[in-house]
């Protein structure tokens, strides 16, 4: 099994996750910016 093939959708779909949630709560009218 190759780990880093297995790895690297989650690596990178962490940061793209992290950036949409941050997008939403900015865009959030009750976010606590």
């Known amino acids: 099994m190759n780990i880093i093939i297995n790895d690297e959708p989650h690596v ?6 992290l950036t949409v949630l941050l997008e939403q709560l900015c865009h959030s009218p009750s976010g606590t910016a």
């Not at 990178?12 to 996750?17: E, M, S, V």
């Open 12 to 17: 990178f779909a962490a940061p793209l996750t």
